[in-house]
């Protein structure tokens, strides 16, 4: 019988946790869910950001030195950073033209909003992501090209949320492999393909176990949802925002099938495994070694692309959570402040959604925190942040989980598109993780 593909084993692990976990509800079983299952998600989760730098360094820097031509990368990068600030406002536009014309915040009651924000509005997430924007926002105009620059390489590995700077860092040594010559780089090179290799046969061990990490991570995810009451108070908001994400799923796909000459439906089938991992992460950072096994062996990206434009993207862009920012923004407006819905505020928007977007962190819940910075470019009141930010907290998991999965498909565009345009996109050639074992066992 024919082996059942991976996507298939994780679709299938996903919809048993979704049942199992309204089962646990009905039972009671929330304690039992949080001591016995939620652990195989967060083990399977550490183990993916694990081998994120590593996976970042060893990539990256095979890659630079492969090239043996710091224009060739310079081409690569420029392109890179333009195509993800296009797809980036256009995931704006989109959200921006969606709840316009849909207008989901005047189905929301006075009786609504005073229940939200009972439930949520002083809660410690709620009240931690204000100070965290607050943060931000206070910081100076230079001060994201200053975080990019580590003053501590062995420090900034040590923080997945410090993906730019280890970026930073491995362009700086493989750049300067390229200058001192083939011949003293070769041992360095050698290491560092070596480390590559052992790192990838990582991804495909663990994604062994991914069907059953899954379960867990959806299982713990429905006990945990929240009143079902206030969600279908929520369910037209959640709507636009869904519908908006399927719009850029089609854009994708017209970018894929239009630029690289290839079918979309079988970019979608080679990346999902990927998808469906971040779905249940809703973390870009997570699922980025998982991305660039997929990009790599099964769509056909050469690592010289994959190892810049993948890691970069699960940093800066963020397609998905751009459009959520544009849809929550006016939605929150239209239901708490009315007179601010103007063309001026809408295109401040933009321009700050797509700048919140670089600097924000590949993590769950970082669409919240660019929604306060979003808000305070456009003069929302301050005392009504914390009932914005309840107005939303109710499906914002659920959200992050598909925003996430938007995120991590336009990466893998992306890099298909730079890839094509470089002469390096070329046939898949998937490995198994037995590959070799007959010369171990």
Request: a neutral charge; proline letters at 4%.
């Amino acid at each position: 019988m024919k082996k059942l593909a991976l996507h298939w084993k994780i679709m299938i692990g996903m919809v048993l946790g979704i049942l199992f976990g309204f089962l646990a509800l009905q039972l009671g079983w929330q304690n039992f869910i949080a001591d016995w299952i939620k652990p195989l998600g967060t083990i399977f989760v550490k183990l993916l950001k694990l081998i994120a730098v590593p996976l970042i360094v060893a990539s990256l820097i095979k890659g630079i030195s492969d090239l043996k031509d710091i224009s060739k990368f310079k081409n690569i990068g420029v392109r890179t950073i333009l195509i993800y600030i296009g797809t980036t406002v256009i995931a704006i536009t989109i959200g921006l033209v969606l709840v316009n014309i849909m207008q989901p915040g005047d189905g929301i009651s006075q009786e609504t909003i005073d229940k939200l924000t009972n439930t949520y509005a002083k809660s410690s997430s709620i009240t931690s992501k204000i100070t965290e924007a607050t943060k931000q926002q206070s910081s100076g105009p230079l001060q994201f090209v200053v975080d990019m620059v580590p003053d501590n390489a062995v420090s900034a590995m040590s923080d997945n949320k410090a993906m730019l700077q280890v970026i930073f860092f491995t362009i700086f040594l493989g750049i300067s492999m390229l200058l001192i010559g083939e011949k003293k780089a070769k041992p360095l090179k050698d290491f560092f393909d070596g480390l590559n290799d052992a790192i990838l046969k990582m991804v495909d061990l663990i994604m062994l176990v991914s069907p059953y990490a899954v379960f867990a991570l959806l299982a713990n995810v429905v006990v945990t949802s929240g009143d079902p009451d206030i969600l279908l108070a929520l369910l037209k908001y959640a709507g636009v925002v869904v519908l908006g994400l399927l719009i850029m799923v089609a854009f994708y796909c017209l970018l894929v099938s239009v630029l690289t000459k290839k079918n979309p439906l079988w970019f979608l089938k080679q990346l999902s495994p990927a998808q469906l991992l971040a779905f249940s992460t809703s973390s870009s950072a997570a699922t980025l070694p998982v991305t660039m096994e997929r990009v790599e062996e099964h769509i056909g990206v050469d690592k010289e692309v994959s190892s810049f434009v993948l890691p970069v993207g699960a940093t800066i862009n963020m397609d998905g959570t751009s459009l959520y920012q544009a849809v929550v923004a006016v939605f929150v407006m239209q239901v708490l402040w009315p007179e601010g819905l103007g063309f001026a505020n809408q295109m401040s928007i933009v321009l700050t959604a797509l700048l919140a977007s670089i600097g924000s962190a590949a993590v769950p819940g970082a669409g919240m925190v660019m929604l306060v910075i979003v808000l305070e470019s456009i003069g929302f009141p301050k005392d009504l942040y914390p009932v914005a930010l309840a107005l939303i907290f109710a499906v914002d998991r659920p959200l992050d989980m598909l925003r996430t999965t938007i995120n991590v498909t336009g990466d893998a565009t992306v890099s298909m598109i730079v890839a094509k345009s470089v002469g390096k996109l070329h046939d898949p050639k998937p490995k198994n993780w037995d590959d070799n074992y007959d010369e171990v066992k």
